[in-house]
């Protein structure tokens, strides 16, 4: 370790206490690499550092930018698309200590957090109430706060969208403390919860921005009523083609909260279900699965007339409907509330996915593309999904090409990189409207012409000393 | 498995932490499980972290320092992260095995395990136990006349032995009550080697299996019963592997045994709210869930259940040398394991396994408010 670590250290300890900084390589090897590391190389960062308050955030920025230390902040642990790796090591900042739900209000419909808080931990506090959190299909692991800035909600984002942030407090790279929205309203008594203040909602300008424009402390997001009845639903279809339609008319007549369409390779699907209740299901299929997987929810008498609607809609369609086990039914609901179950995903070792934005109307042109270019490399175990998002002006979809592969054979290491490369280039010339995760080598903002320049100008602005997760877009 | 097996397998640990948390699905309550990523705080306690640890000294990448060993050997074994993770995720290795293979490694490499781990090998290596205690007084709790050879023998455990003798006094008790003839091995008992086998202290291990079981056959042994959660677990699935072949013996945990042959309705509790601690060794490493809850709830109409139980089941902190080198750790896991408890309303815990018992007990001298017994004593109480 050199002295300039061994100093750094010390200085670190003074801000957050020795227990809470580490130098080790045993402590730093776990943040080196995540499951994408194969599009993202594995760096270690130079000291772990984990603060436990606004306040030792700020020191610990001041330190790293007068010293121009760079900084990696990590939420809740879970780094996917090499977002937190530290591709010029310096300190990684694991707020997991901060993990304080500050205020549920039932009477303004928020939650308070801070970013170490898990959906899991959010949901368990907020069910107490008659409220709910909007919940990505991800671990709940997940932080609800860096989820929310990568605007990482999809499943119920048919009916809910991806905004629920309403305010945030960050830490600039300096050490200087910004609050957005009504938190920094001077007024002659604290008020409750706003974005729709005086200028700009800055909340937005750190959204998808990962971590390189500053640290999130802490943010005020929105709960949502809990529905009274909650039914989920399964659909089949022959082909892609025919869900495009009935997910765009129950969509846009707000029938389900959530509507994914999705397809499985009978491959895929054999692995996905193995073990599971639903395991068989894949000997039925000698090509791929179409299915749409629907959520009717709200009052009971809403939730019986959507059905209806529902049934319609997909009969009408060319869908039918499938008998649900009790228990699959269960879990599905369990899956919508609390999360989890996404990472079956990950059966078969490891999974690939390029989620993007894009156009509902041309999901079946994405699959085809991505599907033959799986299969062109030996990938079969494929899958695609696409969610409608709301509000779905310009048939706003959530999409993910998913390949179930082997990170442990290096053949198919290398094999994966060109897959995605190719896949990426497929799906721009279908024409998307952007990647779901900025992560590098996806996101080139020198691409984006004069949108492009202005973001990197806005970093260069916030960060002049480019201490905050370096390596990462805007590029 | 190979290393280079091994080595592509860790690949597929997706760092997704659902390792560190109790199933919530089933619960309905989101709870934390993985007490050393709990207490220690850093990443590289949690399954998650320390199979990036494994991963890096299984390519070479991290030369051992006094951190790893701490991160390693602080590793409690209950298995709590491969019971959330096994078919939910692509990992198909146990991860209490990876962990166990890692600590092997090191101590073969010259690092580690940690000085009082070592103490107690050589303890084990001169008085064929852990505590320093002399052999002859193995049995030296024993009140009664008991043969040293039959077709079930009684394997009482260093603990119970030496520390916990409660435990096996009324395990004997039980045992004579049952009418079931038995018999204790005595003085060719020896340490199963499970404290050694969890801190990667293999080579001594196999001596004392080997000798273990040429005293069960010449004891003329058909069955083993063990009070003891760990040297259960230990002859179960340790010693075949360690030696490479069957026991031929039929291997009961006394919960098991004594559901066969005491007469469920003669068992008589005292009326008091009880509730149950799986033992990491018994429940998720021996799969022994339900046979200690069926003689629980003969004893009592006013068992309940802890919110985290089965394969959802807290640590009680003591296991895989931790209560050794790290007791304050050892102790905060059996403090929240105590909380939990009280929480139910119950004025008893009760456990199978003497090591839980001990670090239940000596937190519970800390902050009190439930009594800790072990399932045997239960038994000889209702059926005194």
């Not at chain 2, 520390?163 to 039980?174: L, S, W």
Request: hydrophobic share 35%.
């Amino acid at each position: 370790m050199s002295q300039r670590i061994r100093t750094l250290e010390k200085r670190l300890a003074d801000i957050v206490g020795e227990e809470n900084v580490s130098s080790d390589p045993t402590d730093l090897i776990p943040f080196e690499r995540d499951d994408q590391f194969f599009l993202v190389p594995p760096h270690r960062p130079d000291l772990v550092v984990r603060p436990g308050s606004t306040e030792e955030v700020q020191g610990v920025l001041r330190l790293a930018y007068r010293l121009r230390v760079p900084v990696v902040p990590l939420a809740s642990g879970i780094n996917r698309k090499g977002l937190c790796i530290p591709s010029r090591g310096g300190i990684l900042l694991d707020l997991r200590r901060m993990n304080r739900i500050l205020e549920i209000s039932e009477e303004m419909m928020t939650a308070t957090v801070e970013p170490g808080v898990s959906f899991g931990q959010l949901v368990n506090e907020v069910k107490k109430t008659g409220l709910r959190v909007i919940t990505p299909w991800a671990p709940s692991t997940a932080s609800v706060l860096a989820n929310y800035m990568l605007r990482g909600i999809y499943g119920p984002a048919t009916r809910y969208g991806t905004d629920h942030l309403i305010s945030i407090e960050v830490v600039l790279p300096d050490g200087r403390l910004l609050r957005t929205g009504s938190a920094n309203t001077p007024t002659s008594r604290p008020l409750p919860y706003c974005n729709l203040v005086n200028g700009p909602d800055l909340c937005k300008l750190f959204q998808a921005n990962p971590g390189t424009m500053g640290v999130l402390t802490r943010g005020t997001i929105r709960l949502y009523p809990m529905p009274e009845v909650m039914k989920p639903f399964m659909a089949s279809f022959p082909d892609y083609e025919s869900m495009v339609k009935p997910a765009i008319e129950l969509t846009v007549k707000d029938v389900v909260e959530a509507c994914w369409t999705m397809t499985f390779t009978p491959s895929s699907l054999r692995t996905l279900t193995s073990g599971g209740r639903l395991e068989g299901l894949a000997d039925l299929f000698e090509r791929d699965f179409f299915s749409m997987w629907l959520y009717v929810a709200g009052e009971k008498w809403r939730a019986e007339r959507d059905e209806e609607r529902m049934r319609k809609i997909v009969e009408e369609g060319g869908g039918s409907l499938l008998p649900l086990p009790p228990e699959t039914e269960e879990e599905m609901i369990k899956d919508e509330i609390w999360e989890r179950t996404s990472v079956r995903g990950w059966k078969k070792g490891n999974l690939y996915g390029c989620s993007f934005y894009g156009v509902m109307k041309l999901a079946p042109e994405y699959y085809r593309v991505c599907r033959e270019i799986s299969f062109r490399y030996g990938f079969d175990e494929f899958h695609y999904e696409a969610v409608p998002v709301a509000p779905f002006h310009g048939q706003l979809a959530y999409n993910d090409p998913c390949i179930l592969w082997d990170a442990g054979d290096p053949e198919q290491v290398r094999k994966m990189r060109r897959v995605h490369r190719e896949i990426m280039r497929g799906l721009l010339r279908v024409g998307i409207y952007g990647w779901f995760r900025p992560f590098p080598g996806v996101v080139e903002s020198r691409k984006l012409g004069e949108y492009g320049r202005l973001w990197r100008a806005l970093k260069e602005l916030i960060d002049p000393r480019h201490i905050m997760n370096p390596g990462k877009p805007p590029l | 498995m190979k290393p280079e097996e091994l080595l592509r397998e860790l690949y597929h640990c997706l760092h997704c932490h659902l390792c560190n948390f109790a199933d919530w699905h089933s619960l309905d309550e989101w709870m934390p499980l993985c007490p050393s990523y709990a207490y220690f705080g850093f990443e590289s306690f949690s399954a998650s972290g320390k199979m990036e640890v494994a991963r890096a000294l299984l390519a070479g990448e991290l030369r051992p320092s006094g951190r790893t060993l701490q991160v390693l050997f602080s590793d409690l074994g209950c298995g709590a992260c491969h019971a959330q993770c096994h078919g939910l995720t692509g990992l198909k290795v146990d991860h209490v095995e990876v962990f166990e293979e890692l600590k092997a490694r090191l101590v073969e490499r010259g690092y580690g395990p940690l000085p009082r781990q070592k103490a107690y090998a050589r303890s084990i290596q001169k008085n064929r136990n852990p505590y320093g205690e002399k052999p002859g007084e193995r049995t030296s709790w024993l009140e009664e006349e008991v043969p040293e050879k039959g077709e079930t023998v009684y394997f009482v455990g260093c603990t119970s032995s030496y520390r916990q003798k409660e435990i096996a006094r009324a395990t004997v008790e039980v045992l004579l009550r049952s009418g079931e003839p038995f018999a204790l091995l005595g003085e060719e008992e020896w340490c199963c080697g499970s404290p050694l086998l969890r801190t990667g202290q293999r080579k001594l291990a196999r001596e004392l299996a080997e000798h273990n079981l040429e005293a069960l056959r010449r004891a003329g042994a058909r069955r083993v019963v063990f009070s003891c959660a760990g040297c259960y677990r230990t002859f179960s699935r340790d010693y075949p592997k360690l030696l490479g072949r069957e026991l031929g013996l039929e291997l009961l945990h006394t919960s098991q045994h004594f559901l066969k042959v005491l007469p469920g309705g003669k068992l008589r509790g005292d009326g008091r709210r009880i509730t149950y601690h799986d033992p990491c060794h018994l429940g998720r490493g021996m799969g022994v869930y339900d046979p200690p809850r069926e003689l629980l709830r003969m004893l009592s109409r006013s068992f309940v259940e802890m919110k985290r139980s089965r394969e959802n089941s807290w640590c009680c902190g003591a296991g895989s040398g931790v209560k050794a080198a790290f007791p304050d750790f050892a102790l905060w896991s059996a403090s929240r394991r105590l909380e939990e408890a009280r929480g139910t309303g119950a004025e008893v815990l009760v456990s199978s396994c003497p090591f839980c018992k001990r670090n239940l007990e000596d937190a519970g001298r800390k902050v009190g408010g439930v009594e800790v017994k072990d399932l045997s004593e239960l038994l000889a109480e209702a059926l005194a």
